[in-house]
């Protein structure tokens, strides 16, 4: 079956711009997480949605970052007046209800590069 | 709060080596546990987990222990492949169920021919 996707791939942008990233999971699963993950480092958790709520937003780094998935379903993520360190790999993961031992499903990112 | 150490890389490896990649973890309650792969130019996929102390997770030839004492979930494989050269992740749930996965920074494994 179909995994997570994302898009786009790739995004390269000016700073100050503004940027949405799309991510589609897994049809069935009700938990959406975000994640971002710099260069030589691991995944770190943006926001965390159970249905169309954000149960988790705590990851968020600051307020020009936010969030949605109006219908429980797709997710888009939104960076406001993008500044060069924003420059990572966005990862958007799925899993069935959130519990200890649900495995998180990952989509293949979206590389942002900021000038 | 929450969070992982796993050993720096890269490791390079032979063909047929023995692997250990050390993780260890700070957290409260119970959490449950994690390897994540990444092969070059792939997604993350799960390799193994464990959800309890002294449950042992396996797939691929590939072994990690929850250990609990030593706070401790340490990968293993007794004989590793040219295709087993990735970047793996050793990554936490806590049991405050807030749906977020805590990762280490990664190790770079290489495998020689």
């Known amino acids: 079956g179909a995994g997570v996707s994302q898009t786009p791939s790739n995004k390269v942008t000016e700073k100050g711009k503004y940027v949405e990233l799309r991510c589609d999971p897994i049809s069935g699963h009700t938990a959406l997480y975000w994640y971002r993950q710099s260069l030589g480092q691991g995944p770190e958790f943006l926001i965390y949605f159970q249905g169309t709520g954000a149960a988790d937003d705590s990851g968020l780094p600051n307020d020009r970052f936010f969030a949605v ?47 | 709060g929450n969070s992982v150490t796993q050993m720096e890389g890269p490791v390079t490896l032979s063909e047929e080596a023995f692997l250990t990649i050390n993780c260890t973890y700070t ?41 609990k004492e030593t706070t401790s979930f340490h990968l293993e494989k007794g004989s590793v492949q040219v295709s087993d050269s990735a970047v793996y992740f050793c990554a936490l749930y ?20």
Request: aromatic share 10%; with cysteine.
């Open chain 2, 27 to 67: 957290a409260t309650g119970y959490p449950s546990l994690f390897w994540y792969v990444q092969y070059p130019g792939e997604g993350l996929q799960l390799l193994l987990k464990a959800t309890k102390a002294d449950d042992k997770g396996s797939n691929k030839g590939f072994e990690a222990t929850y250990r």
């Open chain 1, 69 to 115: 998935r109006p219908e429980g379903s797709v997710s888009t993520l939104k960076i406001q007046r993008t500044e060069r360190g924003d420059s990572a790999v966005y990862l958007c993961a799925s899993s069935r209800p959130s519990g200890g031992g649900n495995e998180q499903f990952f989509g293949p990112g979206t590389r942002l590069t900021v000038l």
């Open chain 2, 94 to 113: 806590g049991s405050s169920n807030t749906g977020k996965l805590i990762f280490g920074q990664g190790t770079t494994l290489q495998v020689k021919p």
